[in-house]
Structure formats: C-alpha cells, structure tokens
C-alpha cells in the first residue's frame, strides 16, 4: 500500500537520472516539480473541473454555501459574464452580431416571460457544482444576474439578466425542458444544441456593473485585460471588497 502523500511514477532510467540533475541544477525538489507538472497537465487538461475540484478540496465551496446558508449582506455577488460575438440563425434569418442576440432574446422574454439562453462557449459546460452552487442560491431567493457584453468596441457591459435555473452537460443538448423550447428565440429555433443552458428573465439595458469594477473568482485577475486581450467568452465574476447593495 503506497504510504499516504506519496506517488509512484515510472519512467525510463536515462529520463529519470535527466530529471535529478535537472532538480539539482534548479534548486528545487523532485516533489515541488512533479506537483507543479500534476497542476500544469490538470490544468491543461481541464480547467475548470481541476479549479473546482482543488476549491473542493480546500472547502472553499462549502464555506461559501455555509455563508450563503446564512444569507447575504446585501447583493448576490457572483455573477455570470458573457461577450458576445457574432451568431448564425436558422435559414430565412439573418444572421445577428451581439446586439442583435440580446435583443432577439428580449422579444423572447417579451413573448413568454423568459427565455432559454444557450452556448456552447466552454468546451465541457459548466462543472457540476458551480450550477449546484448558482441553482441553490437562486432557490434561496438570490438574484443571480447573467451580464453581458455585446462586444462593442469598448468591451463594457451594456445589459444584464436575471438567471431563474443553469442547466449545463459536457455534451450538447436541446432545452432542457420541453415544452418550454418555444421560448428560445426563432432565429435559433427550439432544436438548437449547446452545452450550456440558462433560464433567463428581465433582459435588459443595465450600466451599473462597469467591466473595470469586476474580478475573476478563479483567479482574483482583472477582467478587463483578459476580455480585451484573448478570445475569451465566457466566466465567472465578482466585484471585490463590495458589502452594499448597488443603488
């Protein structure tokens, strides 16, 4: 039975002598970078499933449920935050850049009260807990807002919604519910697969999170570089040191 902490990794002889010298030329032990390689390869891998699941590990999950248990300070602070490109619709539609999305699934709520929202922008979804986490909020009467970036020039958020329900899987599906799919916009019809699935409402033009206000929670990076600077699409948010409720 291997002894608790330590790990069994084979490798051939000439690898293995590179590898002590390596260590000893770096100044470093062979558990420090055998760890860091464990994390780099996670992370590589899956992102998000190893985020989740170190955050597990450390309690960070449940501490956080264990404040939410006990209800906030004023409002929900974590946030989904979404930039928006430009989307294919459905022959006979034109397609629509992100303006044109957002306000394709304001007639939508406009029509039934609430939409399904879907995308595919994370390659495996959104991990399990994390929708645990956002779904158990909004039944405790959080307001968990989804905001968004029409991917206007400035990069800045221009509207948010409120999520009533996350639904996410690693391989796409349709709505989730059924005889809720006409709900979806008809520029992507109710058949549309994606791996990512939120229920939203109250769609609307909202300015008062600004894009510099905002953190990563993954990370405690700043949004603004990352959004401006890469392809990214799609994450989790917070605004940091916030107490009050925004007016």
């Known amino acids: ?22 260590c000893k030329a770096k100044g470093i032990t062979k558990s420090t970078a055998v760890t860091e390689m464990l994390e780099i390869y996670m992370l590589a891998t899956d992102e998000e499933l190893y985020l989740d ?12 449920e264990v404040l939410l248990e006990k209800g906030g300070r004023g409002m929900f602070n974590d946030y989904i935050l979404m930039k928006l490109g430009d989307s294919e619709t459905l022959p006979g539609y034109l ?37 645990e986490f956002y779904n158990t909020a909004i039944a ?16 800045e958020i221009y509207y948010s919604a409120t999520i009533e329900k996350i639904q996410s899987s690693r391989d796409k599906i349709t709505c989730p519910v059924n005889n809720e799919a006409n709900s979806i916009p008809p520029e992507f019809g109710p058949n549309e697969p994606n791996r990512i699935w939120l229920k939203i409402s109250d769609l609307k033009k909202d300015t008062r999170i600004t ?14 570089p990352v959004v401006e600077g890469s392809q990214w699409h799609f994450g989790y948010v917070y605004i940091p040191d916030t107490e009050d409720e925004l007016e």
């Open 53 to 64: 699941l170190k955050k597990e590990e450390m309690g960070i999950n449940i501490a956080r």
């Open 140 to 155: 405790r009467g959080e307001t968990v807002k989804f905001l968004l970036i029409p991917a206007v020039k400035d990069n």
């Open 211 to 224: 894009i510099d206000m905002l953190k990563f929670r993954e990370n405690d990076a700043d949004v603004r």
């Open 1 to 22: 039975m291997a002894r608790p902490g330590y790990m069994s990794i084979q490798a051939d002889q000439r690898m293995q002598k590179i590898f002590d010298k390596f």
């Open 95 to 131: 397609d629509l850049n992100g303006d044109g999305v957002i306000h394709a699934y304001i007639r939508a709520i406009k029509n039934h009260g609430f939409t399904w929202f879907s995308t595919s922008a994370l390659p495996w979804g959104i991990a399990k807990r994390r929708v």
